[in-house]
């Protein structure tokens, strides 16, 4: 079964920063388009971040574009998400998913990772 | 951005009944290149992450059971589950991919009567 596994969340101060780490298992993630989508507390679920399996095009939602940066480790298969200025609204699950469909930033996600919890309070 | 929007917010079905999930796009998802609308199901149960069941509005994904189906064509789709079991106890989201950024429902809670 594939498997992604997330790490980096914590709690953090508002304008502060994190980075996010995402390790696939049974696949390799140069092959494919990659994304973060996030779920505040007992909320629904929102995209935040895409990043192209050619060329490194990323895409972002505007509610995270210019504070947030995603990349790719193909060397040690790791997706991350670089997260700055973050805000209380930011306080969520994070979940990286391999994007499918073929789309540019317009994808279906299988399979999620556990996801990670990113809390920002003062 | 392409609004998503399902009904109903909740639902109590008795075991081995059917139940039923709505979601309407606010525009036309319907893929012209490939005549397929843009649009994945997902079960998320307490305490995980999402899974995939149907995408391309009906096809169901591997390993899920054919209990779950998916139809609708343009902007108004359904999810049915035909004989609900205690472990599809979950919140069910619709997702449309037709454009960027890809948009989610709000989700459907379906629990047991």
């Known amino acids: 079964e594939v498997q992604l596994l997330e790490s980096g969340g914590y709690f953090v101060q508002p304008g502060g920063s994190l980075r996010l780490s995402c390790a696939p298992s049974?696949?390799?993630?140069?092959?494919?388009?990659m994304s973060w989508v996030r779920q505040a507390p007992g909320k629904g679920l929102e995209w935040v971040s895409t990043?192209?399996?050619?060329?490194?095009?990323?895409y972002y939602a505007d509610s995270v574009k210019g504070r947030f940066s995603i990349s790719r480790d193909n060397s040690k298969n790791t997706l991350h998400l670089q997260m700055n200025s973050l805000r209380a609204e930011d306080t969520a699950v994070y979940y990286c998913?391999?994007?499918?469909?073929?789309?540019?930033?317009?994808?279906?996600?299988?399979?999620w990772g556990l996801g990670t919890l990113v809390t920002v309070s003062s | 951005d392409i609004v998503m929007t399902q009904s109903p917010d909740s639902l109590a079905v008795s075991l081995g009944e059917r139940a039923t999930i709505n979601c309407k796009s606010s525009?036309?998802?319907?893929?012209?290149?490939?005549?397929?609308?843009?649009l994945a199901w997902y079960q998320q149960r307490p305490g995980q992450p999402p899974k995939v069941l149907i995408y391309?509005?009906?096809t169901r994904e591997s390993g899920v059971p054919d209990r779950f189906s998916g139809s609708g064509s343009g902007t108004d789709f359904t999810l049915t589950i035909s004989s609900l079991q205690a472990e599809d106890v979950a919140i069910y989201y619709c997702?449309?991919?037709?454009?960027?950024?890809?948009?989610f429902g709000g989700g459907t809670r379906v629990e047991i009567k």
């Open positions: 998913a391999r994007a499918l469909g073929g789309g540019r930033a317009a994808n279906w996600f299988d399979p």
């Open positions: 049974r696949f390799t993630i140069s092959g494919y388009p």
């Open positions: 990043i192209s399996s050619s060329y490194d095009y990323t």
């Open positions: 525009q036309s998802i319907l893929y012209s290149s490939n005549n397929r609308n843009s």
């Open positions: 391309w509005a009906s």
């Open positions: 997702q449309q991919y037709y454009n960027a950024p890809v948009t």
